[in-house]
T-cell receptor
């Protein structure tokens, strides 16, 4: 069974204070690892897909990296508008049928001005 | 804007009733998935439809069922509602049969409250 654990559960930073969010995963065979951002009461917003260890992707102040056991979402010089819950999800291979995404519980990030 | 729209946005139902939630997928996407997200939790996979047939299911009982239509719309039906069914229900569309690592784009969700 695929599993995703995110840490920390919550993180409060000052504006401009860089940090990293962790996503540890176990999966039978990795099709893809996904990062989403979710604002309160809204659906998840797609950020990145990573497919293999060593891969990195960047978007504005966010950078996602992937190893064989974990992924990091690095946030550089964050702004208050980066406050949200960040969700990590994996999709693995199964013997048959389609696999949905397995999500972690998310990291609730607050950026204080 | 993902192009995925869900209706209604909020809904209150009584325990034991039945509910139908609707989703309009992004144009051209052949796969739709449904997720349940309880408060403070990550979304949980309910099932997936590809070309109008269910081709994957998570750990949910048969009273959760669905339909996908040729016009990129889909439905989630839940029978015999229980209090624990109260959650945000999310629809996601993608362009792939089994996902294959393809990105899933989510709608804004339907908040269901069972009383």
């Amino acid at each position: 069974e695929d599993q995703v654990t995110q840490s920390p559960e919550a993180l409060r930073l000052q504006e401009g204070e860089s940090s990293s969010l962790n996503c540890s995963y176990t999966v039978s065979g990795l099709r893809g690892l996904f990062w989403y951002r979710q604002d309160p009461g809204k659906g998840p917003e797609f950020l990145f897909t990573l497919y293999s260890a060593g891969e990195e992707k960047e978007k504005e102040r966010l950078k996602a990296t992937l190893t064989k056991k974990e992924s990091f979402l690095h946030i550089t010089a964050p702004k208050p508008e980066d406050s949200a819950t960040y969700l990590c999800a994996v999709q693995g291979y199964s013997g048959g049928g389609a696999d949905g995404l397995t999500f972690g519980k998310g990291t609730h990030l607050i950026i204080q001005p | 804007e993902t192009g995925v729209t869900q209706s209604p946005t909020h809904l209150i139902k009584t325990r034991g009733q039945q509910v139908t939630l609707r989703c309009s997928s992004q144009s051209g996407h052949n796969t739709v998935s449904w997720y349940q997200q309880a408060l403070g939790q990550g979304p949980q996979f309910i099932f997936q439809y590809y070309r109008e047939e269910e081709n994957g299911r998570g750990n949910f009982p048969p009273r959760f069922s669905g339909l996908q239509f040729p016009n990129y719309s889909s439905e989630l039906n839940v029978n015999a509602l229980e209090l624990d069914d109260s959650a945000l229900y999310l629809c996601a569309s993608s362009l792939d049969k089994t996902g294959g690592g393809a990105e899933a784009f989510f709608g804004q969700g339907t908040r269901l409250t069972v009383v």
